[in-house]
């Protein structure tokens, strides 16, 4: 099992950013494809980023279109830590933010956090 907790989340005003933390535990980090998602108010929950497990150089990262230019996704192997930097933010993008985790090469994200809110006023 892996348990993931959130941290980072809160009110920003719009244009502002904020870093989101995820931190794992319960199994070593590797071999894990990490992964951000959202939902929004009566909204379901949609992709955000994802960084693919490609050893513990790094990773190749995937975004949403909606996110892509503003939000970076990254991790630190030695830490058990994923974060997704978010700049210029949108009211849009207000929404709680779940950190996922999978074993590479699987299929759906497994793993969730209990999510942070995001609130981004205009």
């Known amino acids: 099992q892996v348990q993931l907790v959130e941290s980072g989340g809160g009110l920003v005003q719009a244009g502002g950013s904020l870093r989101l933390s995820c931190t794992a535990s319960?199994?070593?980090?590797?071999?894990?494809?990490m992964g951000w998602f959202r939902r929004a108010p009566g909204k379901e929950r949609e992709f955000v980023a994802a960084?693919?497990?490609?050893?513990?150089?790094?990773?190749?990262?995937r975004y949403a279109d909606s996110v892509k230019g503003r939000f970076t996704i990254s991790r630190d192997n030695a830490k058990n830590m994923a974060f997704l930097q978010m700049n210029s933010l949108k009211p849009e993008d207000t929404a709680v933010y779940y950190c996922?985790?999978?074993?590479?090469?699987?299929?759906?994200?497994?793993?969730w956090g209990q999510g942070t809110q995001v609130t981004v006023s205009s």
């Open positions: 960084i693919i497990w490609s050893g513990w150089s790094g990773g190749s990262t």
């Open positions: 996922a985790a999978r074993r590479t090469g699987s299929g759906d994200f497994a793993f």
């Open positions: 319960g199994r070593t980090f590797n071999n894990y494809d």
